[in-house]
């Protein structure tokens, strides 16, 4: 079991952009921390009010963006718009190419949220956006899988066999993680949580494969992501 602090992250400060960055990324650069398994990129971004990422291309790559608060406008050269709200999950693939922006469309407040990249399976497959809810009430004491390889249990589809679940813990409750010999990573989103002795806060990570059931308590509460991949 590896824990990345919050603290050890990557930082960025461009103004109307604050981010850490838990893998290399940008100008950021740390050999130790290249990624986890097909997961390339975890960024927690505070975009500015009436600001944002202007048009930009990718390729190969499966983006995924949590939002936490505020919210961000998102238009793209496939002709997709829309905002995304808290609780709200997009996925984009790539693929073959797309160009697209991000903007933070409030006069006042800021934008916060999770910007994730995962490596595709296969490369050159053709660009694709979606966007969806997913109640708080259903996070509740449960994993809730949110993206998948497969789209099942009505979660939004991935090029690359990964899962990605979140979890809002209760005070004083906790979550069981079954043994997998897939790759998992805990990211800690707020709160804290504790396993095997280990005490996690806001921002801190957990990246294992792990073939014993692993328990996540908490104290005074905690929302964390959860993914698992093949190796």
Partial sequence: MVIRRS???GRASHGWLKSWHTFSFAGYYDPQYMGFGSLRVINEDIVAADSGFATHPHQDM???TYMLSGELKHEDSMGNGAVIHPGEVQVMSAGTGIRHSE????PQNHAHLLQIWIEPRQKGVTP????????????????QLLVSG?????SLMIHQEADLYACILEPGCSVNLPASKNLQFVHVISG???SDDQELLSGDALMERSEKDRNIQTRQGAEILVFSMKE
């Fill in 192 to 194: 804290d949580i504790q």
């Fill in 103 to 106: 903007w933070n469309p409030s």
């Fill in 62 to 64: 499966e983006i995924i």
């Fill in 128 to 143: 694709r956006w979606d966007q969806k809810m997913f109640p708080r009430a259903d996070k509740i004491n449960r994993l």
């Fill in 7 to 9: 603290n050890e992250r």
């Fill in 150 to 154: 497969d789209g099942r249990e009505n």
